[in-house]
C-alpha cells in the first residue's frame, strides 16, 4: 500500500474510515467478481458438461458465448440497479446485486449435465449467467461510486484504485480455489464432481460478505443530496435524456470504457484461452503461471490510481491503450513460439504410444478406441496426445469424428518467460483500469453518478470486453480453418500466422477509442468532481 501523508489525528481517523468502507465495499465486489468468472475459468471443462458431445471447437464456442451473454446484459443491470441505486440508495441497491449474484453462482453448480437433461442444461446455464451479469451491471457502479463518495477528491484516484484491484483478484482467487479443487481430487472426480465446487462454495463467501456490508453507512454525498431534497426524481431520465450528460455518457463509453474492456479482457481471459487452446499448455500449468503474472501485476492498480491524482486520469488510461495496440501480436506471438513444440528437439527414444479398445456405454454394440501418444523433448517439456474415436457396430455408419485433446507441459524456464508475457498485459490492463472509477465518478452529478457512470462502464466492459473471447476464437479458428482449406487445395496459405488474427478486435476497438479519447476528452472533463 502507498503510504499517504497524515497531518493530524483528523487525517488518520479519515484513513482508517476510509479503509474500512474500502474493506466492507471491495470484499463484496471481489466475491461477485469471482462469482462472475469461475464460469470463464472453467469454460473448457463447462463445454464438456452443459452442450453435446461430438464437436469439442462449438461446445467450446457456445460456452463462450454462453459466458459472453453475461456480459452482454450487464448494460440492462446498470440500468435497472443505477435507478435504484440514484433513488433509494448506494448500499440497500448493491447488497440485492450480491444477494442475486450468490444464488444464481450456487444455482449453476446445482445443474445437471446435459447427458442427464439434455437441452434443458444450457438453457439453465444460460438463463442464470443472464442473472449473473445483470447482479454485476449494478455492482461495480455501486461499489466504485460507494467509495468515490467517502473519498477526498485529491486522492480519489488512489482509494477507488483498490475497488478497482477486486475484479483481478476475483479471477486470481477463481483460478486458485479451481487449482485446490483439481490437486484435492483425481483428474476424473474433478472431472466427474469435483467442477461444481468452486460454483458451490461461493455461497459461503457471500455469506460473510452480506454479514459485512449489512452494518455500513449510506455514502455521506448521498445521503446529503437525499436530505436535501435533490435526489433525482427520474435518474434515466436525467442521465440518457439531457443532452449536456448524455454527450458525457457517450465520451465515457467510447473514449475510454470500450477500450479499457477490451484491454482488461485481452490481458487476462483471452491470455488464459489462448495459452489453454491454441497453446496447449497443461491446464493446471496455465492456471498456475496466469495466477502468478496476476498476483504480481495487481499492485499496479494502486499505483496508477495513486498516480493518476497527480497527473492525471487520460494520460495514463490513453498511453495504456497506446502500448497494448503497438504490443499485442509482438507478445502472443513470443506465447506461442515459445510453447511451439517445432522449436524443440524431440527424444525420439522416449516415444510410446498405446492403444486401448473399450465398450460405448452409450451404445450396444459400439466401443472406444483410446491412442495416447507421449513425447519428451531435450529442454524438459512433455507432450501428450490422446484420440478417442468411436466405433459404431453399424458398419455403413459414417465414420466419427476422433475427438482430441492435446497437453503441453512446459519447463520451468518456458514458464516464467509466459508469466513475464501476461504480466506485460496485466500491467497494460492497471494502466488503463486503475483510473477509471475515478474518471466516470468525477464526469457526472451526485444525483445520478450511479446511472450515468454505470451504463457506459458496463457497455465498454460487458459488450465490447465481455465479447473479446467469442470474437476473437471465432476469427482465429476461422483462420486456421482458411488455412487448412488452402493447404488441402495446394492453395498459397492466406494466414501467416492464422492464431493471431483474433487480436484484431481488440486492436481495432482500442485504436478507435484512443482517437476519440485524445481529441475529444480533455483533462478538464471533471464536470462534477465534488
Not at 484516484?157 to 485446490?180: D, H, N
Not at 466492459?461 to 487448412?484: C, E, I, Q, R, S
Not at 480533455?522 to 464536470?527: A, F, I, L, M, R
Request: overall charge positive; glycine content about 8%.
Amino acid at each position: 500500500m502507498i503510504a499517504e501523508p497524515t497531518n493530524s489525528k483528523a487525517s488518520a481517523d479519515e484513513t482508517r474510515s476510509l479503509i474500512s468502507v474500502i474493506g466492507a465495499s471491495s470484499v463484496g465486489t471481489l466475491i461477485e467478481w469471482y462469482d462472475f468468472y469461475i464460469f470463464g475459468s472453467l469454460a473448457s471443462v463447462l463445454a464438456t458438461k452443459f452442450f453435446p458431445e461430438g464437436n469439442p471447437t462449438a461446445a467450446f464456442l457456445s460456452t463462450l458465448a454462453t459466458f459472453a451473454a453475461g456480459f452482454v446484459v450487464r448494460p440492462f443491470g446498470a440500468l435497472f440497479f443505477g435507478r435504484l441505486g440514484d433513488l433509494i440508495g448506494r448500499k440497500y441497491t448493491f447488497m440485492v446485486t450480491l444477494l442475486l449474484m450468490g444464488g444464481a453462482t450456487f444455482a449453476i453448480g446445482l445443474i445437471p449435465s446435459y447427458e442427464t437433461i439434455g437441452f434443458l442444461a444450457p438453457l439453465l446455464v444460460l438463463v442464470l449467467r443472464l442473472l449473473q451479469g445483470l447482479a454485476l451491471g449494478g455492482e461495480y457502479g455501486g461499489a466504485a461510486t460507494y467509495v468515490a463518495e467517502h473519498a477526498p477528491a485529491n486522492r480519489r484516484g488512489y482509494w477507488t484504485s483498490w475497488i478497482q484491484t477486486t475484479a483481478t483478484i476475483g479471477l486470481f482467487v477463481s483460478l486458485l480455489v479451481i487449482m485446490l479443487t483439481r490437486m484435492s481430487l483425481s483428474k476424473e472426480a474433478f472431472s466427474d464432481w469435483g467442477w461444481r465446487v468452486p460454483f458451490l462454495a461461493s455461497i459461503l463467501m457471500v455469506f460473510v460478505s452480506y454479514i459485512i456490508r449489512r452494518n455500513m453507512k449510506e455514502s455521506p454525498l448521498f445521503a446529503k443530496v437525499k436530505a436535501e431534497g435533490k435526489a433525482s426524481a427520474n435518474p434515466l431520465k436525467e442521465s440518457f435524456g439531457n443532452k449536456y450528460n448524455f454527450k458525457f455518457v457517450l465520451l465515457a463509453l467510447f473514449g475510454a470504457t470500450m477500450g479499457q474492456g477490451v484491454v482488461w479482457y485481452t490481458g487476462q481471459f483471452y491470455a488464459m484461452s489462448f495459452l489453454e487452446k491454441v497453446c496447449n499448455v497443461d491446464k493446471m500449468q496455465s492456471d498456475a503461471l496466469m495466477t502468478i503474472a496476476l498476483l504480481l501485476g495487481t499492485p499496479f492498480f494502486v499505483v496508477f490510481g495513486w498516480l493518476s491524482d497527480r497527473i492525471g486520469r487520460k494520460g495514463i488510461m490513453m498511453a495504456g491503450m497506446l502500448v497494448a495496440i503497438l504490443s499485442y501480436r509482438t507478445l502472443y506471438e513470443n506465447m506461442y513460439q515459445t510453447t511451439n513444440l517445432k522449436n524443440k528437439q524431440e527424444i525420439a527414444a522416449s516415444t510410446t504410444k498405446d492403444s486401448t479398445v473399450a465398450a460405448d456405454p452409450k451404445v450396444v454394440g459400439g466401443s472406444i478406441q483410446t491412442i495416447t501418444v507421449k513425447k519428451e523433448y531435450t529442454d524438459g517439456t512433455k507432450y501428450e496426445e490422446v484420440t478417442k474415436l468411436k466405433i459404431s457396430p453399424d458398419p455403413n455408419a459414417e465414420p466419427a469424428k476422433p475427438d482430441v485433446k492435446k497437453s503441453v507441459t512446459i519447463n520451468d524456464s518456458d514458464k516464467w518467460t509466459l508469466i513475464w508475457l501476461v504480466f506485460i498485459q496485466v500491467l497494460f490492463v492497471t494502466m488503463v483500469y486503475g483510473p477509471i472509477a475515478a474518471f466516470l465518478v468525477e464526469m457526472f452529478p451526485t444525483r445520478i453518478r450511479y446511472t450515468s457512470m454505470s451504463l457506459p462502464y458496463h457497455i465498454g466492459n460487458g459488450v465490447f470486453g465481455g465479447l473479446l473471447p467469442a470474437v476473437a476464437t471465432y476469427l482465429a479458428t476461422k483462420a486456421k480453418d482458411a488455412n487448412t482449406a488452402a493447404e488441402k487445395a495446394g492453395d498459397a496459405l492466406p494466414y501467416a500466422a492464422p492464431y493471431l488474427e483474433g487480436l484484431w478486435y481488440p486492436i481495432i476497438v482500442a485504436a478507435v477509442c484512443l482517437a476519440i479519447g485524445v481529441v475529444y476528452i480533455s483533462g478538464k472533463d471533471k464536470k462534477n468532481a465534488d
